[in-house]
């Protein structure tokens, strides 16, 4: 009959009691004694505890709660039955011994609980873990029979127990264990199968051990990251399928070891090894599957075999060597697989090695020797950021390219003879050797297609260095030449191609181009220093050249008309367009775009352009350097200032336009033309420096004259007044033509000589220092005449002839001088001063060096009230009244 109802069952006595039926019953079913044969079914939810010395014959399939106790699980009747437990949910441990009997007994765990097995069982059916953890509380408690894993939640956990069984099948879940290599061991005697579906991750921490294979045939995959130690051949034969060796895990029982067995990776199936643990593959890898060294790890993989895989190798992390010592050639990978390269390190201690596809995203290609070579069917370097190199020689008849934002580093002598093309990023090499010469850009001709920029940099941080290779800047993009380092100079002479590509130099150091480049777009110096040893170095005239701040243009050669953007004043004020030796020319028109600076080390730079402005702008320009520059067209500058510094001589050959201050701080501004410097004011204040009219004249605004000197033939300069005011002990000359109405006043402590046939008419106002006249008509013309202020004197002399005669000149003097030398000093020759000379102060002094200073007004010499006059000096006097 059928036993049901909410009620448990308990077996008391020694007898036997026989279940037949589909019983029904909920409560919990106990064997305190005796044998319960069950050849029907009990309830799914029923706990079983069968207590020590009794049994439990399971003579038909069948699904219970629980099994607790520590007796016999047997069966009584010949044929397999399979014993399901698990129903309730709940966890229980059983101590006792679960054995075939008469027939053949296998176990299934169910539901979400954990069973333990503590007993020495002996059953040899199938071991099936379908939800829920079967847990070991013993070693072998599972005998030699097969298991299989194959639920979601499902786990087998070894904990740290050992066991050997059959067949070992992996479909979904986990097989677990903890501790060390010696501990959570499964040995199969017949195989480890693997075969998760399509989506479907499975784990083993467990260490898998047997001299058995292990296959996975499933498209999930399949984490192992125990200590695994089977001996046999390791296979991925369903496409999409991935075993990775995670965790800690090696395929070498220990922590660091060999697996010397064959690895098979089917088509479209991924060997991954992401373990922390060192590892050597020394067997053979074979079939058209991917290896990959994974990102989750610093490990290093090393292969040492012939292998012959063919569906690629990534390395993602860490480190892959490839090692095979007693082969020199290197066939560690097979000579059609792609590489890549990106998180890790991809190590050659092989003289050589032949792959197909190389790709570097990030990390790096090494080398344990320097010169062992990787030859690829091509070379793609395409890093996102950062930095990231390749030290081993790149050979074979094949391209280089160079895409993505970030920097690769290429140090090895390279030998490949393809193009190099930088499109993105910084691809940065040390050599440069010229064409068919080895080097980091390889080994092709100096062709100008060999290598395109085409929206890369590419970056020499080398020494000094010169190459003849050409190349070619891809139409409508920037290529980048950058020269790292201050002290360097790059020379390219070979030519850039046509095309509508433009060119940008950085980095502290030095480009040189001497090719006739045919590029059309626009040149940019950024940085450092281009230098144009070409006439058409900066390309064709059709884009212009733009010089940033901090930045230079050199020339050592008459450059086309490019125009040419200025910024700043180059490197440590050497200008932003600096002629380096020669006399050439820039027939550019040159706009400002800051406050800029144009230096001639030597030689003559003319800038000379076929019509309009030389330069133009609103900002100040300073012209410098020991060579010498001519600016044979105007200075548009608007109210911009011009500076004339270092010991060259600037000329103007053409009338500027531009209004604002003339400074000259050294050297010779030269006038080439007149008008040259239109209507703004001029300063000259530096030692040396000149103000040279020459024949020419112009009209001009206030002349400030603090060191230096103003000189011409028969030039006449007009000012609108003239400041004439060197500092103690300091000289200054001016033998040029003064005219206008404007007033000389002359200032500070210094001296100051007047040599030239003045003609201005203004008042000279000597307030400070000395005024020194050597010509008749220094002092201008007599209209308004000359005062002496206290402490200050006006000083003759001569240049020509015996003495100079000073018209009808009204003089006014106050004070007894410079040091009570006379506030007017006769300081050599036979000097005549014509005009009326008035006492102003109580107390004048007039002093006669050397020579003859003869006073010689037709009316009254000398007037004054009640002023005490004093004559001195050891020369003579001849005055016609005093009065």
Excluded at 115 to 127: D, K, W
Excluded at 291 to 302: I, N, P, R, W
Excluded at 451 to 479: M, P
Aim: charged residues 5%.
């Amino acid at each position: 009959g059928i036993i049901s109802g909410g009620f448990g069952l308990t077996k008391t006595s020694a007898g036997i009691l026989v279940l037949s039926n589909s019983n029904s019953y909920t409560g919990a079913t106990t064997i305190s004694a005796g044998t319960l044969t069950v050849s029907g079914t009990l309830a799914d939810t029923t706990a079983v505890t069968v207590s020590s010395g009794t049994t439990y014959n399971v003579n038909a399939d069948d699904t219970i709660g629980s099994l607790a106790g520590a007796g016999t699980v047997s069966t009584s009747t010949v044929g397999a039955k399979i014993l399901t437990s698990g129903g309730d949910n709940t966890s229980t441990t059983f101590s006792g011994v679960i054995q075939n009997g008469t027939g053949t007994l296998s176990l299934t765990k169910s539901g979400s609980g954990t069973l333990t097995l503590s007993g020495a069982n002996t059953y040899t059916g199938l071991t099936t873990v379908s939800a829920g953890t079967l847990a070991y509380g013993v070693n072998n408690a599972i005998y030699t029979g097969a298991v299989t894993v194959n639920g979601s939640t499902a786990v087998l956990d070894l904990g740290v127990y050992t066991d050997t069984v059959g067949a070992v099948t992996l479909t979904a879940g986990q097989i677990t264990g903890t501790g060390s290599s010696t501990q959570g061991i499964l040995t199969s005697s017949s195989g480890f199968t693997i075969n998760p579906a399509t989506g479907v991750t499975v784990s083993v921490s467990a260490n898998l051990a047997g001299a058995v294979n292990l296959i996975h045939s499933g498209a999930g995959t399949a984490n192992l990251s125990g200590y695994n130690a089977y001996s046999g051949t390791t296979t991925l034969n369903t496409s999409g399928g991935i075993l990775a060796i995670t965790g800690s895990g090696t395929l070498s029982g220990t922590s660091s070891g060999v697996y010397s067995g064959a690895i098979s990776i089917g088509t479209g199936t991924t060997f991954t090894y992401s373990s922390s643990a060192d590892q050597t593959l020394s067997g053979i890898i074979s079939s058209s599957g991917t290896l990959t060294k994974d990102t989750s790890s610093s490990s290093t993989l090393t292969l040492t075999n012939t292998n012959t895989y063919t569906g690629g190798t990534n390395v993602n992390a860490g480190t892959l060597i490839l090692d095979q010592s007693s082969n020199t050639t290197g066939t560690v990978l097979a000579d059609t697989g792609a590489v890549t390269v990106n998180g890790g390190t991809l190590q050659l201690n092989d003289l050589t090695e032949t792959v197909g596809a190389v790709t570097l995203t990030s990390g790096s290609i090494t080398v344990v020797t320097a010169g062992n070579t990787l030859t690829g069917t091509s070379y793609t370097l395409n890093p996102s950021s950062g930095t990231h190199s390749i030290s081993a020689v790149l050979a074979g008849s094949v391209a280089l390219t160079k895409s993505g934002n970030g920097t690769v580093t290429l140090s090895g002598t390279n030998t490949y003879t393809g193009v190099t093309t930088i499109n993105a990023g910084t691809l940065s090499v040390a050599t440069i050797g010229n064409g068919g010469v080895a080097g980091n850009l390889g080994q092709a001709t100096n062709s100008a297609t060999n290598i395109v920029l085409g929206g890369g940099t590419l970056k020499y941080t080398g020494s000094t260095a010169s190459t003849n290779r050409a190349f070619t800047i891809s139409d409508s993009t920037t290529g980048t030449f950058e020269v790292s380092t201050a002290a360097t100079d790059l020379t390219i002479s070979g030519a850039a191609a046509s095309t509508s590509g433009a060119l940008t130099k950085t980095g502290s150091g030095r480009l040189i181009l001497s090719g006739a480049n045919q590029y059309t777009g626009v040149t940019t110096i950024s940085e450092g220093v281009l230098q144009a040893s070409n006439a058409s170095a900066l390309g064709t005239a059709a884009s212009g050249t733009t010089v940033a701040n901090g930045a230079a243009l050199e020339i050592t050669t008459t450059i086309n008309a490019e125009a040419l953007t200025l910024n700043g004043s180059g490197i440590s004020s050497g200008g932003a367009l600096r002629n380096v030796s020669g006399n050439n020319t820039y027939a550019g028109a040159i706009t400002q775009a800051s406050d800029s600076r144009i230096n001639s080390d030597s030689g003559i730079l003319t800038l000379n352009v076929a019509t309009g402005n030389a330069i133009a702008g609103t900002f100040n320009i300073t012209f410098g350097g020991s060579g010498d520059i001519t600016v044979a067209d105007p200075i548009a500058i608007s109210t911009g200032t011009l500076t004339k510094d270092g010991s060259g001589t600037l000329t103007f050959t053409a009338a500027n336009t531009y209004t604002g201050l003339t400074t000259i701080s050294a050297g010779t501004l030269a006038y080439g033309v007149s008008n040259a410097i239109s209507s703004g004011g001029i300063t000259i204040n530096g030692t040396g420096a000149v103000l040279a009219l020459g024949i020419y004249s112009d009209t001009v605004g206030t002349i400030t004259l603090t060191e230096g000197s103003i000189t011409s033939t028969t030039g006449v300069l007009t000012g609108t007044s003239y400041v004439l005011n060197p500092a103690t002990g300091k000289t200054v000359n001016v033998s040029a033509i003064l005219a206008g109405s404007a007033t000389v006043t002359k200032s500070d402590l210094g001296t100051a000589v007047l040599s030239g046939n003045n003609t201005y008419t203004g008042l000279t106002t000597i307030s400070a220092g000395v005024l020194r006249v050597s010509h008749n008509n220094a002092l201008g013309d007599t209209l308004n005449g000359t005062t002496v202020s206290n402490g200050a004197a006006l000083e003759l002399t001569y240049s020509t002839g015996s003495g100079i005669t000073i018209g009808d000149e009204a003089l006014t003097l106050n004070g007894t001088g410079v040091s009570n030398d006379g506030a007017l000093r006769n300081i050599s020759g036979y000097n005549t001063y014509g005009g009326l000379i008035t006492l102003s102060t109580n107390a004048v002094r007039v002093n006669v060096d050397s020579g003859y200073l003869v006073l010689n007004k037709s009316t009254t010499t000398i007037s004054a009230t009640n002023i005490n006059l004093t004559f001195g000096g050891n020369g003579s006097y001849t005055y016609v009244s005093l009065h």
